[in-house]
């Protein structure tokens, strides 16, 4: 293959990758991290102290976490349809997508919102602050740079599942290595897709360390 | 203005039951700066963190403004919303300081603010005021890990006046902190008590602090209060403890076989008269003078001096009588120096 075939495939194929973890990222942001100030306010001597929720909450996480992604995407391939109305296609490797990432995001929030010191809570309960008002002006902005560095990471594990569910019909860069660099032997394009990958996954780390650092004045 | 009522807390962990308050009577008056001195232990940040509820007795009472906060209802997690109201009337400054990193200066001291939810504009307007009451104006914009642990304190005590409190709470706000910072901080403590009319309660383990601040101060040991009142009124008391601690005079000589050592302690009006000479001249004794100190305690000026009699106690119940109807506080000691 020549550069000049390789090249609109590969963009196509980004745009793809790119809209399927945008989307992932997004609602694991919103599901995850409340999920993770969930987690510690639910525990035992949390501000929210509740044995029960913060077991159901933390098994489900557990079992998000454990199972091995390829069996999540074939297992998920019911409620996909249901959500998205088909399971092939980016659109329909967001779901698992993001159900896989909701879990792993929610444990790293969680350890991130814990490294909170205890002396800023208790100031805020001394100056008749609530509850709501230890979370939004204490744990998440004094958490936001490894709340942000914890992202970074999910975003490139997201990248790298991307590429497991492209490799069963999912869509992206996973999907076009498969068809072109293994079914057909293409073995020039494969080595494009994989340093594109790790381009992508290097600009993230970078960008994401840099504006993690950027929020940190501690 | 401050006051607990057999206050008592007892600590339940995995490890057992820790009592750490057991029975406290504190009675703050209001526009005082009181002092709570005992070893580590005894429940003094036990006692503090009871007075604004941040932890929540076994039973007792606290009162603070005519408000009786243990009435109120809540948790010690979660409390309710008058309790929290009544907070916004209490400042606390913590010996960690306790600023948040993500905020500058000016934001920090508007935190209570955005809690009791003013606008931007009156928050910029308070904020920049206490900057300015505490000396720190031009770090407005500065983040915390920027300034010293003298700065990050007048940044706490700004936040801490930020709802206008009347009372001031601080446990051991100055112990981070090296002699000449601590000296300042105090100052400015001083300072806020007598032009705001500001009542302050603070912890310590530094007698020096309540040297040089308090009206009064309270002795806790193994959570009870064991001393307590003013100063002044402290200082004059036979075998206070306290007082013995306020103003030590230990590195002096205890004097010979076979005579009586007696201190001595006289204060204000009394200091200017020359009992010595006249107990000397009255009783023809030959006086030894063993050591003398004056300091400024509470406000007012101490003396104590040591001194050594001929003969035994018994010899001299009259010369010492004398003393006692100058109005002067005669603590006997034994030949070994120690109380007898
Ligand atoms: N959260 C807690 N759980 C269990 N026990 C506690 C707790 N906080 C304090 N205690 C115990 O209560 C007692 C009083 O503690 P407190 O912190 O009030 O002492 P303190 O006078 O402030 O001492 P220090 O001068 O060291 O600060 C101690 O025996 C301590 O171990
Ligand atoms: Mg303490």
């Known amino acids: ?218 | 203005m401050i006051t607990t009522k057999d206050l008592t807390k007892v600590y339940t962990s995995r490890g057992g039951r820790t009592t750490a308050l057991r029975g406290v009577d504190l009675h703050v008056r209001e526009g005082e700066v009181y002092g709570v001195v005992g070893t580590s232990g005894a429940g003094k940040s036990t006692l503090i963190r009871c007075v604004n509820m941040l932890e929540r007795p076994s039973s007792g009472t606290v009162t603070v403004d005519g408000v009786e906060l243990t009435a109120l209802p809540g948790t010690e997690q979660r409390a309710g919303r008058e309790l929290r109201a009544a907070r916004q009337r209490i400042g606390m400054v913590f010996q960690h300081f306790n600023l948040l990193a993500s905020r500058t200066v000016q934001q920090n001291v508007e935190l209570p603010l955005e809690i009791r939810g003013l606008d931007r504009t009156a928050r910029r307007r308070r904020a920049g005021e206490l900057l300015e009451l505490v000396g720190l104006a031009d770090k407005a914009q500065s983040y915390p890990k920027q300034l010293s642990g003298g700065q990050k304190q007048r940044v706490g005590i700004a936040r801490a006046l930020a709802g206008d409190p009347r009372v001031l709470l601080s446990d051991e706000a100055t112990s981070a902190l090296d002699p000449q910072t601590t000296r300042s901080i105090l100052q400015l403590l001083r300072r806020l008590n007598q032009e705001l009319g500001l009542t302050v309660l603070l912890i310590t383990h530094e007698m020096d602090v309540i040297k040089s601040v308090c009206d009064s101060a309270a002795l806790m040991r193994e959570g009870r209060i064991v001393e307590a009142g003013p100063l002044t009124e402290l200082i004059a008391t036979d075998g206070s403890a306290l007082a013995r601690e306020l103003f030590p005079l230990s590195e002096f000589g205890a004097g010979h076989g076979g005579s009586t050592v007696v201190e001595v302690t006289f204060q204000g009006d009394s200091s200017g008269r020359p009992f010595i000479s006249q107990l000397a001249r009255t009783y023809q004794i030959d006086l030894n003078i063993l050591g003398a100190a004056v300091e400024t305690i509470g406000g007012r000026q101490v003396g104590r001096m040591r001194v050594e009699l001929p003969g035994s106690h018994q010899d001299n119940v009259v010369p010492i009588g004398y003393l006692r109807e100058q109005g002067l506080q005669v603590d006997v000691l034994t030949e070994n120096g120690t109380l007898a």
Not at chain 1, 25 to 48: A, R
Not at chain 1, 152 to 172: D, E, K, Q
């Open chain 1, 1 to 218: 293959m020549t550069w000049d075939e390789m090249q609109p495939l590969l963009q196509d194929a980004t745009v793809e990758t790119l809209q399927m973890v945008g989307i992932a990222t997004l609602v694991t942001l919103l599901v995850g991290l409340p999920l993770g100030v969930l987690l510690v306010l639910t525990d035992k001597g949390g501000l929210l102290q509740n044995r029960p929720v913060n077991k159901v909450v933390g098994a489900i996480v557990n079992v998000g976490r454990s199972l091995p992604f390829v069996i999540l995407l074939v297992a998920l391939i019911p409620f996909t349809r249901w959500v998205v109305g088909t399971s092939i296609g980016w659109q329909a490797a967001t779901v698992p997508l993001a159900i896989g990432a909701i879990p792993f995001y929610a444990r790293l929030v969680e350890t991130a919102v814990r490294g909170v010191d205890g002396g800023l809570v208790e100031a805020v309960h001394a100056m008749g602050g609530s509850t709501w008002a230890v979370v939004r002006k204490v744990l998440l902005p004094e958490s936001l740079p490894a709340l942000l560095s914890a992202l970074t990471t999910t975003v490139i594990a997201l990248i790298g599942y991307s590429a497991t569910a492209g490799t069963v019909g999912g869509g992206g860069l996973g999907n076009l290595a498969i068809t072109y660099g293994y079914m057909r032997f293409e073995t020039g394009f494969m080595v494009v897709i994989v340093i594109e990958l790790v381009l992508l996954v290097t600009l993230l780390q970078l960008v994401g360390d840099f504006l993690s650092k950027r929020l940190d004045h501690s």
